[in-house]
Protein backbone atom coordinates (compact mmCIF):
# COMPACT_ATOMS: atom_id res chain seq x y z
CA UNK A 1 0.00 0.00 0.00
CA UNK A 2 1.66 3.30 -0.91
CA UNK A 3 1.72 6.41 1.24
CA UNK A 4 -0.84 9.00 0.60
CA UNK A 5 0.93 11.77 -1.34
CA UNK A 6 1.95 15.06 -0.36
CA UNK A 7 1.74 16.47 -3.49
CA UNK A 8 0.32 20.11 -3.29
CA UNK A 9 1.07 22.12 -6.73
CA UNK A 10 2.48 22.67 -9.39
CA UNK A 11 5.66 25.77 -9.64
CA UNK A 12 6.59 27.21 -13.02
CA UNK A 13 10.29 26.65 -13.12
CA UNK A 14 11.16 30.01 -14.52
CA UNK A 15 8.60 32.39 -13.73
CA UNK A 16 7.39 30.92 -10.19
CA UNK A 17 3.86 30.99 -11.52
CA UNK A 18 2.00 28.26 -9.92
CA UNK A 19 -0.71 25.61 -10.50
CA UNK A 20 -3.34 23.01 -9.50
CA UNK A 21 -3.02 19.34 -9.76
CA UNK A 22 -6.18 18.99 -10.76
CA UNK A 23 -5.98 18.56 -14.74
CA UNK A 24 -3.63 17.62 -17.24
CA UNK A 25 -0.93 20.01 -18.01
CA UNK A 26 2.20 20.22 -20.53
CA UNK A 27 4.21 23.44 -20.11
CA UNK A 28 3.70 26.87 -18.20
CA UNK A 29 2.73 29.50 -20.22
CA UNK A 30 5.66 31.22 -20.43
CA UNK A 31 7.17 27.86 -22.29
CA UNK A 32 9.30 26.45 -19.45
CA UNK A 33 8.58 22.90 -17.49
CA UNK A 34 6.60 22.93 -14.35
CA UNK A 35 7.31 21.51 -10.99
CA UNK A 36 5.79 19.63 -8.40
CA UNK A 37 5.51 20.76 -5.04
CA UNK A 38 4.87 18.92 -1.99
CA UNK A 39 3.65 19.74 1.65
CA UNK A 40 6.45 19.30 3.74
CA UNK A 41 5.54 20.72 7.07
CA UNK A 42 5.49 18.41 9.12
CA UNK A 43 8.40 16.68 7.37
CA UNK A 44 7.71 13.24 6.21
CA UNK A 45 9.92 10.42 8.16
CA UNK A 46 12.30 8.39 5.74
CA UNK A 47 10.40 5.24 5.53
CA UNK A 48 11.98 1.84 6.72
CA UNK A 49 14.50 0.09 4.89
CA UNK A 50 13.90 -2.97 2.96
CA UNK A 51 11.54 -1.88 0.09
CA UNK A 52 11.34 -3.15 -3.08
CA UNK A 53 10.40 0.12 -5.34
CA UNK A 54 10.59 3.35 -5.86
CA UNK A 55 7.05 3.61 -4.19
CA UNK A 56 7.94 3.78 -1.12
CA UNK A 57 8.48 7.01 -1.45
CA UNK A 58 4.80 7.43 -1.80
CA UNK A 59 4.11 10.78 0.30
CA UNK A 60 6.98 12.66 -2.26
CA UNK A 61 5.61 11.24 -5.27
CA UNK A 62 2.59 12.14 -7.46
CA UNK A 63 -0.37 9.62 -7.29
CA UNK A 64 -4.15 9.77 -5.85
CA UNK A 65 -3.91 6.51 -4.09
CA UNK A 66 -3.81 3.71 -7.21
CA UNK A 67 -0.13 3.74 -8.99
CA UNK A 68 0.83 1.82 -12.01
CA UNK A 69 3.74 0.01 -11.29
CA UNK A 70 5.78 -2.74 -12.61
CA UNK A 71 8.57 -2.95 -9.38
CA UNK A 72 10.65 0.01 -10.65
CA UNK A 73 13.34 1.34 -8.72
CA UNK A 74 15.49 0.38 -5.99
CA UNK A 75 18.36 -0.83 -8.24
CA UNK A 76 21.60 -2.18 -6.77
CA UNK A 77 24.60 -0.01 -5.79
CA UNK A 78 28.17 -1.94 -5.78
CA UNK A 79 32.02 -1.04 -5.73
CA UNK A 80 33.87 -1.26 -9.06
CA UNK A 81 36.75 -2.75 -7.83
CA UNK A 82 38.39 -4.30 -10.93
CA UNK A 83 37.68 -1.20 -12.98
CA UNK A 84 38.63 1.27 -10.28
CA UNK A 85 41.91 -0.10 -9.63
CA UNK A 86 42.35 0.03 -13.42
CA UNK A 87 41.69 3.67 -13.25
CA UNK A 88 43.57 4.53 -10.24
CA UNK A 89 40.28 5.32 -8.36
CA UNK A 90 39.75 3.22 -4.90
CA UNK A 91 36.32 4.41 -4.49
CA UNK A 92 34.12 4.18 -7.72
CA UNK A 93 31.00 2.43 -7.32
CA UNK A 94 27.97 2.45 -9.77
CA UNK A 95 24.00 2.29 -9.91
CA UNK A 96 22.41 -0.15 -12.40
CA UNK A 97 19.25 0.91 -13.83
CA UNK A 98 19.04 -1.98 -16.28
CA UNK A 99 17.43 -3.82 -13.37
CA UNK A 100 14.24 -1.76 -13.78
CA UNK A 101 11.70 -3.32 -15.76
CA UNK A 102 12.16 -2.14 -19.37
CA UNK A 103 15.72 -2.60 -18.38
CA UNK A 104 16.07 1.13 -18.10
CA UNK A 105 15.41 4.02 -15.89
CA UNK A 106 12.93 5.02 -17.68
CA UNK A 107 10.82 2.87 -15.96
CA UNK A 108 10.47 5.35 -12.96
CA UNK A 109 9.77 8.46 -15.11
CA UNK A 110 7.15 6.45 -17.28
CA UNK A 111 5.54 5.01 -14.01
CA UNK A 112 4.92 8.32 -12.46
CA UNK A 113 4.08 10.12 -15.51
CA UNK A 114 1.39 7.00 -16.81
CA UNK A 115 -0.11 6.93 -13.22
CA UNK A 116 -1.18 10.54 -13.01
CA UNK A 117 -1.79 10.68 -16.76
CA UNK A 118 -4.51 7.71 -15.95
CA UNK A 119 -5.68 9.84 -12.68
CA UNK A 120 -6.34 12.69 -13.88
CA UNK A 121 -8.07 11.21 -17.03
CA UNK A 122 -5.90 10.86 -20.02
CA UNK A 123 -7.36 8.97 -23.00
CA UNK A 124 -4.47 8.02 -25.01
CA UNK A 125 -0.36 8.75 -24.56
CA UNK A 126 2.70 9.97 -26.71
CA UNK A 127 5.97 10.81 -26.90
CA UNK A 128 8.92 11.22 -29.27
CA UNK A 129 11.91 8.70 -28.19
CA UNK A 130 15.58 7.59 -29.88
CA UNK A 131 15.44 4.46 -27.40
CA UNK A 132 14.00 3.36 -24.42
CA UNK A 133 11.29 5.79 -23.24
CA UNK A 134 8.99 4.60 -26.72
CA UNK A 135 9.21 1.08 -24.66
CA UNK A 136 8.75 2.11 -21.35
CA UNK A 137 5.85 4.06 -21.92
CA UNK A 138 4.28 0.99 -24.09
CA UNK A 139 4.62 -1.18 -21.13
CA UNK A 140 3.10 1.05 -18.51
CA UNK A 141 0.67 2.64 -21.00
CA UNK A 142 -0.57 -1.44 -21.96
CA UNK A 143 -0.50 -1.96 -17.64
CA UNK A 144 -2.77 0.98 -17.12
CA UNK A 145 -5.36 0.59 -20.08
CA UNK A 146 -4.15 3.51 -22.04
CA UNK A 147 -3.26 3.46 -26.05
CA UNK A 148 0.49 4.60 -26.72
CA UNK A 149 1.58 6.18 -29.63
CA UNK A 150 5.60 6.31 -30.40
CA UNK A 151 7.06 8.51 -32.50
CA UNK A 152 10.62 7.80 -33.41
CA UNK A 153 13.87 8.52 -35.42
CA UNK A 154 13.63 6.17 -38.61
CA UNK A 155 17.54 5.14 -37.69
CA UNK A 156 16.76 4.05 -34.48
CA UNK A 157 17.43 0.38 -33.54
CA UNK A 158 14.93 -1.95 -34.40
CA UNK A 159 14.49 -3.78 -30.68
CA UNK A 160 13.55 -0.43 -29.60
CA UNK A 161 10.74 -0.41 -32.08
CA UNK A 162 9.87 -4.03 -31.46
CA UNK A 163 10.07 -3.35 -27.76
CA UNK A 164 6.73 -0.97 -28.02
CA UNK A 165 5.48 -2.85 -30.95
CA UNK A 166 4.93 -6.08 -28.52
CA UNK A 167 3.61 -3.75 -25.54
CA UNK A 168 0.54 -2.61 -27.78
CA UNK A 169 2.04 0.63 -28.74
CA UNK A 170 1.63 2.73 -32.32
CA UNK A 171 4.99 3.33 -33.90
CA UNK A 172 6.25 5.82 -36.23
CA UNK A 173 9.52 6.16 -37.57
CA UNK A 174 10.28 9.70 -39.31
CA UNK A 175 13.23 10.74 -41.20
CA UNK A 176 14.31 13.40 -38.19
CA UNK A 177 16.00 13.10 -34.97
CA UNK A 178 14.19 13.29 -31.70
CA UNK A 179 13.09 16.93 -30.94
CA UNK A 180 11.57 16.93 -34.48
CA UNK A 181 9.34 13.61 -33.34
CA UNK A 182 8.48 15.44 -30.08
CA UNK A 183 7.27 18.15 -32.63
CA UNK A 184 4.89 15.85 -34.30
CA UNK A 185 3.81 14.71 -30.40
CA UNK A 186 3.08 18.20 -30.16
CA UNK A 187 0.98 18.27 -33.04
CA UNK A 188 -1.64 15.81 -32.36
CA UNK A 189 -1.39 16.70 -28.43
CA UNK A 190 -2.64 19.98 -29.54
CA UNK A 191 -5.43 18.26 -31.85
CA UNK A 192 -6.55 16.22 -29.40
CA UNK A 193 -5.23 12.35 -30.20
CA UNK A 194 -3.42 11.91 -27.14
CA UNK A 195 -1.68 13.43 -23.91
CA UNK A 196 2.12 14.56 -24.61
CA UNK A 197 4.51 12.73 -21.83
CA UNK A 198 7.52 14.18 -23.59
CA UNK A 199 10.67 14.64 -21.56
CA UNK A 200 9.99 17.51 -18.99
CA UNK A 201 6.67 18.65 -20.90
CA UNK A 202 4.57 17.38 -17.96
CA UNK A 203 5.92 17.54 -14.47
CA UNK A 204 5.48 14.07 -13.54
CA UNK A 205 8.15 11.95 -14.70
CA UNK A 206 10.74 13.86 -13.53
CA UNK A 207 9.39 13.09 -10.21
CA UNK A 208 9.77 9.08 -10.71
CA UNK A 209 13.32 10.12 -12.10
CA UNK A 210 13.81 12.21 -8.38
CA UNK A 211 13.92 8.37 -6.81
CA UNK A 212 17.52 7.87 -8.11
CA UNK A 213 18.09 10.87 -6.00
CA UNK A 214 16.35 9.21 -2.89
CA UNK A 215 18.01 5.53 -3.44
CA UNK A 216 21.39 7.14 -3.56
CA UNK A 217 21.25 8.68 -0.20
CA UNK A 218 19.66 5.47 1.62
CA UNK A 219 22.27 3.03 -0.43
CA UNK A 220 25.62 5.08 -0.10
CA UNK A 221 27.02 6.50 3.49
CA UNK A 222 29.09 8.05 2.91
CA UNK A 223 27.24 9.92 -0.29
CA UNK A 224 29.21 10.15 -3.23
CA UNK A 225 31.18 13.50 -4.10
CA UNK A 226 30.61 13.29 -7.74
CA UNK A 227 27.77 11.34 -10.00
CA UNK A 228 28.40 10.85 -13.18
CA UNK A 229 24.93 10.85 -15.15
CA UNK A 230 24.61 10.56 -19.29
CA UNK A 231 23.05 13.44 -20.64
CA UNK A 232 20.22 13.83 -23.57
CA UNK A 233 16.84 14.92 -21.83
CA UNK A 234 18.70 15.36 -18.71
CA UNK A 235 15.52 14.69 -16.82
CA UNK A 236 17.48 11.81 -14.44
CA UNK A 237 20.16 14.43 -13.73
CA UNK A 238 17.77 17.08 -12.76
CA UNK A 239 15.30 15.13 -10.45
CA UNK A 240 18.66 14.07 -8.34
CA UNK A 241 19.08 17.24 -7.67
CA UNK A 242 15.84 17.93 -6.66
CA UNK A 243 15.68 15.07 -4.49
CA UNK A 244 18.53 16.50 -2.88
CA UNK A 245 16.79 19.74 -2.67
CA UNK A 246 14.10 18.25 -0.95
CA UNK A 247 16.05 16.01 1.66
CA UNK A 248 17.44 19.08 2.61
CA UNK A 249 14.90 20.85 2.89
CA UNK A 250 12.77 18.11 5.08
CA UNK A 251 15.78 17.32 7.45
CA UNK A 252 16.81 13.95 5.62
CA UNK A 253 20.32 15.53 4.79
CA UNK A 254 22.97 17.50 6.38
CA UNK A 255 25.80 15.73 3.94
CA UNK A 256 27.49 17.94 1.21
CA UNK A 257 25.56 17.90 -1.92
CA UNK A 258 27.48 15.51 -4.60
CA UNK A 259 28.92 17.52 -7.59
CA UNK A 260 26.66 16.54 -10.83
CA UNK A 261 28.84 15.93 -13.74
CA UNK A 262 26.06 15.99 -17.25
CA UNK A 263 28.50 13.53 -19.48
CA UNK A 264 27.81 14.02 -23.58
CA UNK A 265 29.24 12.86 -26.46
CA UNK A 266 31.37 14.85 -29.17
CA UNK A 267 28.91 14.20 -31.79
CA UNK A 268 26.61 16.17 -29.75
CA UNK A 269 27.11 18.19 -27.12
CA UNK A 270 24.97 21.33 -26.31
CA UNK A 271 25.16 21.35 -22.62
CA UNK A 272 28.86 20.90 -22.73
CA UNK A 273 29.04 24.25 -25.02
CA UNK A 274 26.76 26.23 -23.02
CA UNK A 275 28.77 25.24 -19.78
CA UNK A 276 31.96 26.04 -21.15
CA UNK A 277 30.78 29.34 -22.73
CA UNK A 278 28.43 30.29 -19.38
CA UNK A 279 25.56 30.54 -21.29
CA UNK A 280 21.91 29.42 -19.19
CA UNK A 281 20.34 28.17 -22.22
CA UNK A 282 22.10 25.86 -24.81
CA UNK A 283 21.76 26.45 -28.95
CA UNK A 284 20.81 23.65 -30.91
CA UNK A 285 23.20 21.61 -31.65
CA UNK A 286 23.43 21.02 -35.63
CA UNK A 287 24.32 17.47 -37.25
CA UNK A 288 23.88 15.16 -33.76
CA UNK A 289 25.95 11.98 -34.42
CA UNK A 290 26.45 9.05 -32.10
CA UNK A 291 25.25 5.26 -31.42
CA UNK A 292 24.47 6.38 -27.77
CA UNK A 293 21.31 6.92 -28.54
CA UNK A 294 20.29 8.35 -25.45
CA UNK A 295 22.28 11.04 -25.52
CA UNK A 296 21.67 12.49 -29.16
CA UNK A 297 19.61 15.00 -27.96
CA UNK A 298 20.09 18.16 -30.10
CA UNK A 299 18.20 20.63 -28.00
CA UNK A 300 16.34 19.48 -24.67
CA UNK A 301 13.69 21.26 -23.13
CA UNK A 302 15.44 21.07 -19.34
CA UNK A 303 18.78 23.08 -20.67
CA UNK A 304 18.54 25.91 -18.66
CA UNK A 305 17.87 23.49 -15.50
CA UNK A 306 20.11 20.96 -16.55
CA UNK A 307 22.98 23.81 -16.64
CA UNK A 308 21.63 25.45 -13.05
CA UNK A 309 21.72 21.85 -11.86
CA UNK A 310 25.39 21.16 -12.29
CA UNK A 311 26.55 24.42 -11.64
CA UNK A 312 24.58 24.92 -8.42
CA UNK A 313 26.37 21.20 -7.44
CA UNK A 314 29.98 22.78 -8.80
CA UNK A 315 29.86 20.28 -11.22
CA UNK A 316 30.59 20.20 -14.59
CA UNK A 317 29.59 18.92 -18.11
CA UNK A 318 32.39 17.25 -19.92
CA UNK A 319 32.08 15.34 -23.60
CA UNK A 320 33.53 12.24 -24.52
CA UNK A 321 34.79 10.01 -27.95
CA UNK A 322 32.84 7.76 -29.61
CA UNK A 323 35.59 5.58 -29.41
CA UNK A 324 36.21 6.03 -26.05
CA UNK A 325 32.32 5.48 -24.98
CA UNK A 326 32.91 1.34 -26.64
CA UNK A 327 36.14 1.02 -24.42
CA UNK A 328 34.17 1.62 -21.84
CA UNK A 329 31.19 -0.61 -22.60
CA UNK A 330 33.77 -3.40 -22.35
CA UNK A 331 35.30 -2.18 -19.37
CA UNK A 332 32.06 -2.21 -17.50
CA UNK A 333 31.00 -5.41 -18.83
CA UNK A 334 34.38 -7.14 -19.27
CA UNK A 335 35.66 -6.01 -15.66
CA UNK A 336 32.11 -5.48 -13.49
CA UNK A 337 29.81 -7.99 -15.20
CA UNK A 338 27.57 -4.79 -15.50
CA UNK A 339 25.38 -5.00 -18.40
CA UNK A 340 27.18 -1.35 -19.93
CA UNK A 341 24.62 0.57 -22.82
CA UNK A 342 26.75 2.88 -24.91
CA UNK A 343 25.74 5.42 -21.98
CA UNK A 344 27.16 3.42 -19.24
CA UNK A 345 30.34 3.11 -20.95
CA UNK A 346 30.40 7.36 -21.74
CA UNK A 347 30.89 7.46 -17.88
CA UNK A 348 33.69 5.73 -17.88
CA UNK A 349 35.29 7.90 -20.73
CA UNK A 350 34.34 10.74 -18.50
CA UNK A 351 35.86 9.52 -15.17
CA UNK A 352 39.12 8.75 -17.40
CA UNK A 353 39.00 12.25 -18.52
CA UNK A 354 38.40 13.90 -15.20
CA UNK A 355 40.74 11.40 -13.52
CA UNK A 356 43.56 12.62 -16.40
CA UNK A 357 42.77 16.34 -15.54
CA UNK A 358 42.59 16.22 -11.81
CA UNK A 359 39.73 17.25 -11.07
CA UNK A 360 38.91 14.17 -9.27
CA UNK A 361 41.58 11.72 -7.50
CA UNK A 362 42.61 8.53 -6.01
CA UNK A 363 40.64 9.25 -3.33
CA UNK A 364 36.94 10.61 -4.88
CA UNK A 365 34.07 8.74 -3.97
CA UNK A 366 32.70 8.83 -7.51
CA UNK A 367 29.08 6.83 -8.74
CA UNK A 368 28.38 6.37 -12.18
CA UNK A 369 25.23 6.64 -12.61
CA UNK A 370 24.31 3.68 -15.48
CA UNK A 371 20.99 3.94 -17.09
CA UNK A 372 20.47 1.02 -18.93
CA UNK A 373 21.21 -2.40 -20.43
CA UNK A 374 23.31 -3.07 -23.56
CA UNK A 375 20.42 -5.77 -25.08
CA UNK A 376 18.73 -3.10 -27.32
CA UNK A 377 22.01 -1.40 -28.74
CA UNK A 378 23.01 -4.34 -31.13
CA UNK A 379 25.18 -1.72 -33.49
CA UNK A 380 27.31 -0.41 -30.76
CA UNK A 381 27.42 -3.74 -28.87
CA UNK A 382 28.86 -5.18 -32.31
CA UNK A 383 31.42 -2.23 -32.37
CA UNK A 384 32.47 -2.60 -28.85
CA UNK A 385 33.17 -6.09 -29.60
CA UNK A 386 35.05 -5.59 -32.76
CA UNK A 387 32.22 -7.27 -34.89
CA UNK A 388 32.41 -4.23 -37.42
Known sequence: MTSPSRLSHLECSACEATADI??????????????ARYDIDPAPRKPPPGGNSMWRYGELLPHRGAVISLGEGMTPVSRLPRLGASLGMANLWAKDESQNPTTSFKARGLSAAVTMAKALGAKALALPTAGNAGGALAAYGARAGLPVHVFMPADTPEPFELEARLHGAEVTR???????????????????????????????????????????????????????????????????????????????????????????????????????????????????????????????????LILSSVRDSGGRAVSVAEGAMFDGMRSLAGLEGISASP?????????????????????????LLCTGSWHKYLDAARVAVGRV
Do not use: H
Open 343 to 367: EAGALVAAAIRLREEEWIDASTRVL
Open 174 to 304: LDALIDECGARVKEGANEGRWFDVSTLKEPYRLEGKKTMGFEIAEQLDPLPEVVLYPTGGGTGLIGIAKAFEEMRAMGWLDAATPKLVAVQMDGCAPMVRAFESGAERAVRWEGAQTLAYGLRVPQAVGDR
Open 22 to 35: DGLRNLCDCGAPWL
